[in-house]
């Protein structure tokens, strides 16, 4: 384990992370037991108790898991002068490769990390709006489906934390680094960092496309808020639009805006945020926004029962429009950015 103040806060707040989605679990198990058993009235009064504190625990790990998730950047770019040649974070990624001990297992360990944080703050996120419609009811008629949202949340928190523990703990010292991106051994090279993702379309071809399908969002983001009108189809083609538009723009960071904002052909995002960390506000914006309007699209099919009819496409709506303001701040940052450069 390398040790060093990032190392030492990503191990507190990962410990208390699984500690709080064990108490999860165990708080719904026990609620499951006396579901199982029949309703009584000691028990409806028991399970009622325990899905208070799960949710109040539901929420403490939504705060953990977002703020461990900028540690996460932080603790890599700590580590970055811990192992001559490398350069940025995407060198710390590597280590491991190649390697035949327990240090193998690094890199996949980070990617899960890097797939469970969105994760958790998308499942965090539509949770949250199933139960503000479920609170604004007088019957509470999706109490059940908060519930077992309530153990999928606490699983992935508790696998998340898992992973950071397993990270944290296994030692790199002495594993050597292959050869990759942002080492100075490999600079002059053809690597993935010179390369883009998509060989044979030109950056502009890819700008056109992306900024099309983002306006088109945009659109239909506006419409939805508008209208305050949901349904099935309009929000299951509003979270396909949105995924689509977050893949390209995964693509668009990489092939067009890393190489604009470092100006050099170098298609490494990670460099940004040692080089250019005002740029990443306008990338956190955009991952932010896309959460929000998955969350609200995802909410819209599991929160869709005739108690919540009247009450659900208004929240939608403000759900809509955070996502909307969110695209607006990112498009407004990176726009300028792009221009003063």
Known sequence: MIVNAYAILSLFACGLQCAVAMWLTGRWLNSRRVWSSGWTDGGAEAVERNAYLMMTLALVLLGLGLASWPLLYLLLQSYVPSWPGVMCIDGVTRIGTGSLGASRFLPGLLTALQVFKPLLMLMGGAWLVIYLANRATSNAPLM????????????????????????????????????????????????????????????????????????????????????????????????????????????????????????????????????????????????VGSLWVAAGSIASFCADVPETREILPGLQARVLFLGLFSYLGSFSLLSVQWCVL
């Not at 696998?159 to 950071?164: E, S």
């Not at 349904?231 to 083609?237: I, L, N, S, V, W």
């Open 144 to 287: 059940r489906r908060l519930l077992w949202g309530l153990l999928i949340i606490g699983s992935t928190s508790l696998c998340d934390g898992v992973c950071t523990a397993c990270y944290l703990l296994i030692p790199k010292q002495e594993d050597h680094l292959a050869a990759g991106c942002c080492t100075q051994a490999t600079s002059t090279t053809t690597t993935r960092s010179s390369e883009p993702l998509l060989a044979g379309v030109s950056g502009t071809e890819l700008a056109v496309v992306f900024m099309l399908l983002w306006a088109g969002l945009l659109i239909l983001i506006l419409d939805s808020i508008r209208k305050q009108r949901g349904g099935p189809k309009r929000m299951g083609g509003l979270l396909a639009s949105t995924l689509v538009v977050s893949l390209l723009g995964g693509l668009f960071l990489v092939d067009v805006l890393s190489p604009a904002l470092l100006q050099r052909p170098h298609h490494c995002p990670y460099d940004l945020v040692s080089e250019l960390p005002e740029s990443v506000i306008g990338i956190v914006l955009f991952m």
